[in-house]
């Protein structure tokens, strides 16, 4: 291994800088990959735009002779553009994309050689999907999941190397029907939402007939040289480093932080922007991050849906871009001890079909009743549903990140600022009270202007909440780097669904009871202030009294994931998600056992290589050095030199053999302890086991005695 590094590291000064893109203006290759509405007017009939619109804006179905006709004008699109293969793009539940290609070339049955795409291969396929998870949905005999086409995602064209490929969005369901993907869910749980808000809309504006929930998303990462990379078996393999010493420079200076960006790296970036530019995909910010070698892109908000689509894309394009580059991208929440970890800030916000987006404040008395209505709305959500939104952030690697004290801690709470603060304190002082002039008065604030201006500030400071509002949207940031945003954004949505419903209920209940209607919205807006009040929380969310504080107000800290999971499966996660039609209780549970096992399978792989690295890699240069100092010392002795010649290497040698000694012995019984782990039937049961007994009870002292061999051995 130390040869494979040392020759790397000589490698690095030769290492060619990698191609930058030509400089063509963005606009001139903005979505030239796409099969947008735009490029559909040009292939396609009357008849089949037509369609096509209408289902991508209302979601009407498709008929099949017309789907012949847009796969016709599919397919003379992606041929002009040397496209020969297509493929059912979905997400399964492993967390990267899937696909499976097939050619547009077919024999006729008189064996004549064509290509052909119809309308039944753009709509269906029924891929050879055993082996995707599906936590029990489909038995493995029953192999057959469908693949069905989601036109609200736009269709694009993957280029890798010199194969184009027509890749068709799709949701991946069971034969029976149940969602086996991140989409489907996700579709239903927006569809949910549209419903939800558009009817509370109505309470302030009849002409609201859609509402769209939106995402920006900023994607962290690390970056390393694919030669340093091989060089890690457990990079490799885990995507983390399971052993090493900190380097005597780290980010103590943080001056990695928007910091010039490195040649190579730049030219990495431009490569795969400029990738993602042709497939529609807004990038608008690159920046240094905190730790060495750590970075961020993000793109301009977009529709929720297609803006997950546009993140996994990022995620794989960066990968084969950076491969390109003989570079490494590193997307795993915590690749490196003692240095930040990567995640996933996901702004939220919802726009209606009129312009107005939900979450900004508004310029008078009637817009600011809204807003506070759909801000109010999304706190109360996430106090009663803190659980909910802890279990979708849920992963082996970002239990690493939440509550490492440089992370959003795995307790939910919400910042919303100094200022909101103060109007909703007021706004609670007036329980009970009749409404009068000081609800007038808060309802004519300047809202629109003072909470960005007061906000810019305090958000700035406050980076340590998992929740914040940030002037117009919201941001949850406790999301991990590797994950599919869809995970986040079905919780999310989907509690505030059921929130605005039972709000919207409350509020009829009133004026039904002759209240007037802003009077009904700003009595239910006071109880829902004062019932989740508990969530928020303005200060420092990494330090040590807010955990303190947080069990004293009842807040939930649940820092592992198997019992975070536990949340998906309880009559309220049950309630929740058939009410609003995202999951029945088979697919949740079958989610559920899904994370459980992807858990397991994902500390079982750490504990292997952890184990391997440590009985192959660390502890033969350990003794060989072991022997070094003692042939040193017997040397020394032998030619008759005093004690204090070798003293110093006694006591190394000593210190060396204790550290090999525990790193042995730990090894053999984290053994042990993971064939008790595997011999459990419950999947529950054995990822609390892998949690506890395996990770917990051996991977940090491991790391410590082989770290400390790091210092002591020559390599
Ligand atoms: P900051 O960098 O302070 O977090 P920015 O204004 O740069 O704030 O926004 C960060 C991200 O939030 C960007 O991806 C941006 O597109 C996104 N964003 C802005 N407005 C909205 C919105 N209404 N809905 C969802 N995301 C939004
Ligand atoms: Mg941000």
Known sequence: MSSLRFQSINDLSTTPEGKVAGSAKITAIFGENVFTLKTAREYLSDEAYKSLAS????????????????????????EGK???????????????????????????????????????????????????????????????????????SPIF????????TLCIPTIF????????????????????LDKAAVDVCHYFDKNVTKVTATLGWEQEYFVIDEGLFNARPDLVMSGRTVFGHAPAKGQQLEDHYFGSI?????????????????????????????????????????????????NLLMMDIMDRVARRHKLRVLLHEKPFAGINGNGKHNNWSMATDTGVNLLAPGKTPKTNLMFLTFFVNTIKAVHDYSDILRAAIASAPNDFRLGANEAPPAIISVFIGQYLSKVLGDIKERVGAKFDEQDEAILKLDLHKSIPELLLDNTDRNRTSPFAFTGNKFE???????ANCANAMIALNTILAETLKTFKKEVDALVDKGEKKEIALMHVIREYVVSSEKVLFEGDGYSDEWHHEAERRGLPNV??????LDAMVTEKAKHLFEDNNVYNHAELEARHEIE????????????????????????????????????????LKEIGLKESTYSNQKQILEKISEHIGKVSELVAKMIEARKIANAMTDTRTKAIAYCSQVKEAFFDEIRYHVDKLELLVDD
């Open 55 to 78: 289902s991508i804006k209302g979601g009407k179905r498709i008929d099949r002779a017309v789907a012949n006709q847009i796969s016709a004008g599919l397919r003379q699109w992606a």
């Open 596 to 635: 459980l096992e992807k858990y397991i399978k994902k500390v079982q792989i750490e504990a292997r290589i952890m184990g391997e690295l440590a009985t192959s890699h660390i502890l033969p240069p350990a003794i060989k050095y072991q022997n070094t100092l003692i042939e040193n010392i017997k040397g």
């Open 559 to 564: 820092r592992t994931t198997p019992l975070a």
């Open 476 to 482: 949850f940031r406790a999301v991990g780097s590797s």
């Open 82 to 152: 040397g496209v020969t293969h297509f493929t059912h793009w979905f997400q399964p539940l492993t967390g990267t994309a899937a696909e499976k290609h097939d050619s547009f070339f077919t024999l006729k049955s008189d064996g004549t050689a064509i290509e052909e795409f119809d309308g039944a291969a753009l709509i269906q396929q029924e891929p050879d999907a055993s082996s995707f998870p599906s936590g029990g949905l489909r038995a493995t005999f029953e192999a057959r999941g469908y693949t069905g086409w989601d036109p609200s």
């Open 262 to 310: 490195p040649e190579r790296i730049y030219s990495f970036m431009r490569d795969f922007e400029e990738e993602g530019y042709k497939l529609g995909i807004p990038l608008r910010t690159r920046h240094n991050e905190v730790a060495p070698s750590q970075f961020e892109c993000a793109p301009i908000f977009e529709e929720v849906s297609v803006g997950v689509d546009h």
């Open 157 to 164: 064209i993957m280029e890798i190397g010199q194969g184009k």
């Open 173 to 192: 369901v069971s034969y029976t029907g149940e969602s086996l993907d991140y989409k489907a869910p996700l579709l239903k749980a927006l569809a949910s």
